[in-house]
């Protein structure tokens, strides 16, 4: 079991510039989680998938933010343009379904840096 | 709107004592409570969990205590080592959907 695969794990960016965040989930998972961990605000739900499906983005902050799932082994979470309070780490995590209290597992996240 | 409350937000113990953690809850749909440990540079890991209709459960040196009536909840961590410092995180969901966090409690025990 590779476990939850995150990428890149540290991303450095300019104010304005596009940044695109990786994670492929544990096979055979049906759920997929994209949070945002931050000192003051802790972790933060931002969108969740099942079954490739987007069910509720409600956390997502704005329209800078959005997420895909193409297909069952990969997600993508797209911050256009970039600004300096969206500096953070950003957690993907898969589980086996939603609504089964399948614990979530967790990647080692992207630390996001944006100047 | 915080749905998960957690206190307190850092704590030191002594090598050998016990650790408590609280969370307290709103939403009454909420009927499953989970508990996460995160290191440095690690994502939150699965540590133990309760579902509302127990009041206890207990393994190994971690114990869940609920309270319904109360909406509350606690980590106990017993014999407390200096490998179980890291930041614990309470967390509940109303089965269909994701989890909300509490903020999270960085534990320190002093060997």
């Known amino acids: 079991d590779a476990g939850v695969i995150q990428s890149p794990r540290h991303e450095v960016t300019e104010m304005g510039q596009e940044v695109t965040l990786r994670c492929k989930p544990i096979s055979g998972h049906n759920s997929l989680f994209w949070y945002r961990q931050t000192m003051m605000r802790g972790l933060e739900l931002l969108i969740y998938?099942?079954?490739?499906?987007?069910?509720?983005d409600s956390g997502m902050p704005e329209d800078r933010f959005s997420a895909k799932m193409p297909n069952a082994s990969f997600s993508t979470l797209k911050i256009q343009p970039s600004e300096p309070r969206d500096s953070a780490v950003y957690f993907c995590a898969s589980s086996k379904l939603t609504g089964s209290n399948s614990p979530l597992h967790f990647g080692n996240g992207t630390r996001l840096t944006v100047t | 709107q915080q749905q998960v409350k957690q206190s307190p937000q850092s704590l030191i113990v002594q090598k050998g004592g016990i650790s408590i953690i609280n969370c307290a809850y709103e939403?009454?749909?909420?009927?499953?409570f989970p508990w996460y440990q995160q290191f440095p540079g690690k994502g939150p890991a699965l540590l133990i969990a309760?579902?509302?209709?127990?009041s206890e459960k207990k393994e190994g040196r971690f114990t869940i205590s609920f309270n319904k009536s109360a909406k509350q909840f606690s980590l106990h961590i017993m014999d407390s080592q200096p490998g179980d410092s890291a930041t614990y995180f309470c967390a509940a969901s109303p089965g269909a959907d994701g989890l909300t966090f509490g903020k999270g409690t960085h534990l320190i025990i002093q060997p």
């Open positions: 939403n009454t749909a909420f009927d499953y």
């Open positions: 998938f099942n079954n490739n499906v987007p069910i509720d």
């Open positions: 309760i579902r509302p209709d127990v």
